[in-house]
C-alpha cells in the first residue's frame, strides 16, 4: 500500500485533545496515508500517547524533539516528506468527515489542482463535535493562477486563505518552501511562497476541520512578539497582493495591514509597564517596539496612495511617523482604526 498523503501533526501540551485529533485521521477512509506525529518536547503525556499510536498503527511515525515551536516541528515532517499531497492538522483539531481526504483527493485529481481549499467550523469545548459519516457532495469549483487574486480578495476579511491548515498540498510546493522557524505567525508567512508556487486551485464549499477555540492558544496570547510577528507576516502578505497585479487586492490588503498594525501597536504600549522590571525585558520591548516602527516606515508609502485610505486614517499614519503614541491616541479618538 503506498502512502497517497502525509498528514503533519505537530503535538505539544494537548494531552487533552490529541486522541480527538489522530483518531479522526487514522478513522479516513483513505487507509493510505503517513502520520507525522511530532512531539514538540511536550511537558505532559502526549509522547507516550504518540509512541502508543506507533507501536499499533505503522501508518503513524513519531518524532521526539526539544521543544523549539509549531513552526520548525512541521519543517522537520517535510523534510522527511515521499508522498504526492500533504496536509496539515493542529493537534487540538480533528477532521469533521471521515471522507474528507478521499474527497478532497479526488477532486484534486480530477481537476489537475495543486492546491485544494476547503472550509472549517470554529468551536468552544472540550469535546469535538462527531466526525461525520455521511456522503459527501460539496460544490466544486476549480480555478487557474490568474483568477486566484479574485478568490482571496473574496476572502480578503477573512483568515481562510492565510490558514495552513485548512488545505491539502500537493508536495512538489514545498520543494523550496518552509515555515519560519522564529514566527508565531507562521501560516501566513509561507502562504505567499505556496500560491505563488501553485498554478491550480480547487475551492472546496465544505467544512472539513473542527476548529478548536482555546483562550490559552499561541493565536489568543497577545504578546509582544505575537503582535510583531503579526505585523510583518501581513506585511510579507501585503508584499504579494502587489506582485499579483490586482489593484484592488492590493489595495485592500493594504488597508487590512494598516487595521491590524494599530491594534497590534497599541497592544504593545499597553504591555510597557510590564516590561520595565528588568534591564533585559525592557530591551525586549525597546526592540519591538523601534521593530515595529521600521516595519510601518518600509510600508507607509504604500499605506499613502491616493484614495487608499480615509482621510481620518491618513492622518493618524503621518502623525505616527513622529509620535507613534499620539498617533495611536488618535485614532481612538477618531474613530480610525479599531484599537
Not at 498503527?57 to 509549531?70: A, C, E, S
Not at 507613534?324 to 479599531?338: I, K, T
Request: aromatic letters at 10%.
Amino acid at each position: 500500500m503506498t502512502p497517497k498523503l502525509s498528514v503533519i501533526i505537530p503535538v505539544y501540551n494537548v494531552e487533552k485533545y490529541l486522541k480527538i485529533a489522530v483518531d479522526s485521521v487514522l478513522r479516513q477512509s483513505l487507509k493510505e496515508i503517513k502520520v507525522y506525529l511530532v512531539d514538540d518536547g511536550s511537558p505532559d503525556g502526549c509522547a507516550k500517547i504518540c509512541d502508543e499510536y506507533a507501536a499499533k498503527d505503522p501508518r503513524v511515525i513519531v518524532i521526539h524533539r526539544k521543544n523549539g515551536g509549531l513552526a520548525d516541528a512541521r519543517n522537520i515532517a517535510l523534510n522527511l516528506l515521499d508522498t504526492p499531497y500533504v496536509a496539515f492538522l493542529d493537534s487540538d483539531d480533528s477532521l469533521s468527515e471521515e471522507r474528507a481526504f478521499e474527497y478532497i483527493l479526488d477532486q484534486m485529481k480530477a481537476t489537475d489542482a495543486d492546491m485544494a481549499l476547503f472550509g472549517y467550523k470554529a468551536y468552544v469545548g472540550e469535546d469535538a463535535p462527531p466526525i461525520g459519516t455521511e456522503t459527501l457532495s460539496p460544490r466544486t469549483y476549480a480555478f487557474d493562477k490568474e483568477k486566484l487574486p479574485d478568490w482571496l480578495l473574496e476572502n480578503i476579511s477573512s483568515s481562510h486563505p492565510l490558514i495552513a491548515w485548512d488545505k491539502i498540498y500537493r508536495s512538489e510546493l514545498f520543494r523550496s518552501a518552509r515555515f519560519e522557524p522564529d514566527s508565531l505567525v507562521e501560516d501566513s508567512r509561507i502562504m505567499p511562497s505556496l500560491y505563488s508556487a501553485a498554478n491550480r486551485f480547487v475551492r472546496i464549499e465544505g467544512q472539513m476541520v473542527w476548529y478548536r477555540t482555546r483562550e490559552n492558544s499561541q493565536s489568543n496570547v497577545r504578546s509582544v512578539k505575537l503582535c510583531c510577528d503579526h505585523i510583518l507576516s501581513t506585511l510579507t502578505v501585503c508584499r504579494f497582493a502587489k506582485e499579483t497585479g490586482n489593484a484592488e487586492y492590493a489595495n485592500e490588503t493594504a488597508i487590512r495591514w494598516a487595521n491590524d498594525f494599530f491594534l497590534d501597536y497599541a497592544d504593545i504600549i499597553n504591555q510597557k509597564a510590564a516590561y520595565q522590571d528588568t534591564p533585559e525585558r525592557k530591551a525586549h520591548f525597546t526592540l519591538a517596539e523601534s521593530s515595529m516602527r521600521a516595519y510601518f516606515k518600509s510600508f507607509y508609502p504604500d499605506l499613502m496612495k491616493k484614495g487608499r485610505l480615509s482621510r481620518r486614517k491618513q492622518l493618524c499614519c503621518r502623525v505616527f511617523r513622529i509620535w507613534p503614541h499620539a498617533a495611536v491616541a488618535l485614532a481612538r479618538r477618531l474613530n480610525a482604526f479599531d484599537c
